[in-house]
């Protein structure tokens, strides 16, 4: 895991004599790659700077060389894991490699594919979460990449003179200070349940390279093209999905399990501390059987906010099937109100859900005991039917202008002076039809709009918010979160499989009537007294407001345009999005036009 800064100079000006300045930007990246930093030219118009967190092959390598290809061709700058790495490597031996597995590195892999294969081939061949900006001396031409299912963002920023590219905003800001807040993008917060955003970020002029998206940009011509781009929906496969729903759900769960194990003896950190996240719930509590079976976590964790959890008080039941403590991190209303600069701080924005507080706080605490990496769940819900609005049968209605699903849809809860959400209201209805459309396969219509609803949430909301808090909250920290669910493998299980394994209306045990096929194999692991009710994400998100003094003195709703009488008698849910916006405005005064 690293956090990378690419400065691209447009014209024929060398960008050397900057260097300082770039050396100082880098430094905001430094919380990503605690352990060491390279800095280059690879040419005198492109400036590469990486930190890292060394997480494979040896731990120092400090002179970058690594990160060149054999032919000297290629100069990568890397950000993420490649987990098939070893198997690639094996695969071209010959043509590539000499070097033993426990000191060749995943970055080494992927610069030296580039002498064999073009970048379509590559995103087909790797799997791993990665965003990767890789110069070709031959070409005079930088690539820009990023994984399909979003795990890693890139950011980008374009003037008349350079091209900005860094793993998070507050870099870009460091050498671009003037740059300010797109106010149109923080009123569209409150028309949906989180802050979403895949492609357009809440500063003027930063925009995100797309999930799966492959650019390149020419030094002769000073022109960006679109070289690939892979989509999680390509790999929706009608004839696997008929042959699944003729499947017994005994057979598919042994397929998953064999899936799980597989990549977890892939995932596998190896010489460095790694922690499993475990709440009590389906997804955290079944990766932590994997972890503890195939690895020796330094430690079990979970977040508890007194007062408010049901379940990971007490996890005594947990700890005695899997002979393993778990550490229960404990949060108040004041620690969880004091993280929330912090957090803001990180994401150069408001928090995008609430849970982020926790993630950040459970990887302070796994940190302090010496980890680099943590297990976490993320996408499990979206990709195997773990929220109760898919079994809604009134949600499901192909016919209508969004997905039902309250994490994709349209749902404005405050009226703005002058604008209408025009931008994201048309986003969220061209997903909604993609979504469709990638399973127009499946006959029936409720199941169909079942299906769509889910991959709305996992190709759009996922990485525009859950995946957002668990590589920047955890990053904060230098923790890299594993999100085992997003592997591709176990992508294209999950998004062929019907819904009656997913969220199925017609189970008679309510048990499993979400989750379904993830809770069949949770039982094989543990038993069914350990399933509990879903309970969510908790926290102290309202109860933060009651730090930032009285209402009357915000001042979001000027800044913003909210007329006073929309501030009356609020939802906890806007409420909420009223006080994270006014933590985040008096932060970043600065930026505001």
């Keep these: 895991m690293c956090g990378i800064l690419i400065v691209i100079r447009k014209n024929d000006s060398s960008l050397k004599k900057e260097a300082p300045s770039f050396h100082r930007a880098l430094s905001n990246l430094r919380f990503r790659g605690p352990d060491y930093e390279v800095e ?3 040419h005198e118009r492109i400036y590469f700077g990486q930190t890292v967190l060394s997480l494979t092959g040896e731990f120092n390598k400090p002179s970058g060389d690594y990160l060149i290809s054999k032919s000297k061709r290629y100069q990568l700058a890397f950000n993420g894991e490649i987990y098939n790495y070893r198997a690639i490597k094996d695969k071209h031996q010959a043509s590539l490699f000499n070097m033993p597995d426990s000191k060749l590195t995943d970055s080494e892999v992927l610069v030296n594919l580039f002498d064999t294969l073009d970048s379509k081939e590559i995103a087909d061949e790797i799997d791993g979460m990665y965003a990767y900006a890789v110069y070709d001396q031959k070409d005079r031409s930088v690539q820009i990449s990023r994984d399909p299912q979003g795990e890693k963002t890139l950011y980008l920023f374009e003037d008349e003179k350079d091209i900005i590219i860094a793993s998070d905003i507050k870099t870009i800001l460091a050498l671009r200070p003037s740059i300010k807040l797109n106010l149109n993008e923080l009123k569209d917060y409150f028309s949906t349940r989180h802050m979403m955003s895949v492609g357009r970020t809440h ?78 719930g389906v997804d955290s509590s079944l990766l932590s059987a994997y972890a503890v079976e195939f690895g020796n976590p330094k430690t079990l964790v979970a977040v508890n906010h007194i007062g408010k959890e049901q379940i990971s008080h007490d996890l005594i039941a947990f700890e005695k099937i899997l002979n393993k403590k778990v550490n229960v991190v404990n949060v108040d209303a004041i620690t969880y109100a004091g993280s929330i600069p912090k957090c803001q701080n990180a994401l150069s924005g408001p928090i995008y859900s609430h849970s982020f507080v926790g993630q950040a706080l459970q990887s302070q605490y796994v940190r ?39 994490y994709s849809t349209f749902s404005p809860s405050i009226k703005f002076d002058g604008y209408e959400h025009d931008e994201i209201k048309s986003e969220l209805e061209t997903i909604w039809q993609k979504a469709l459309q ?68 017609l189970e008679t045990d309510d048990v499993f009537k979400t989750k379904k096929i993830l809770k069949k194999l949770f039982v094989k692991k543990y038993n069914k007294d350990l399933l509990f009710k879903k309970q969510g994400f908790s926290g102290f998100p309202n109860e933060s407001g009651a730090f930032l003094g009285d209402k009357k003195y915000f001042i979001t709703p000027d800044i913003l345009k909210i007329s006073k009488n929309e501030l009356l008698n609020l939802d906890r849910s806007t409420e909420w999005k009223l006080i994270n916006m006014e933590y985040f405005l008096r932060n970043f005064s600065k930026y505001i036009p």
Excluded at 220 to 232: A, E, G, I, M, Q
Excluded at 237 to 253: A, G, H, M, V
Aim: proline residues 4%.
């Design 40 to 42: 280059t030219f690879p």
């Design 368 to 406: 302090g005991l010496g980890c680099k990496a943590m297990f976490g769940g993320e996408g499990a819900d979206e990709l195997f039917g773990g929220y109760s609005c898919y079994l809604d049968s009134y949600r499901r209605n192909i016919n209508l202008p969004f997905s039902m699903s309250p």
């Design 203 to 280: 500063f003027n002029g930063i925009s995100q390279i797309l999930p799966g998206q492959t650019l390149s940009f020419s030094l002769d011509s000073s022109k960006w093209l679109t070289t690939n781009h892979l989509k999680v929906n390509s790999w929706i496969d009608p004839d696997r999905y008929y042959q699944n729903d003729k499947r017994s759900i005994e057979d598919l769960t042994d397929e998953l399990d064999a899936i799980l194990t597989e990549s977890f003896k892939e995932m596998i950190p190896t010489d460095r501390e790694f922690a499993s996240v475990l709440s009590g």
């Design 438 to 505: 990638a399973y127009s396969f499946v006959e029936d219509e409720s199941e169909r709009a079942a299906h769509a609803m889910m991959n709305c949430d996992l190709v759009h909301q996922v990485p525009a918010v859950g995946l957002r808090g668990a590589d920047l909250m955890s990053m904060m920290w230098s923790i890299e979160t594993r999100s085992v669910f997003l592997r591709r493998k176990l992508i294209k299980f999950g998004i062929n499989l019907p819904m009656k394994f997913k969220a199925d209306n």
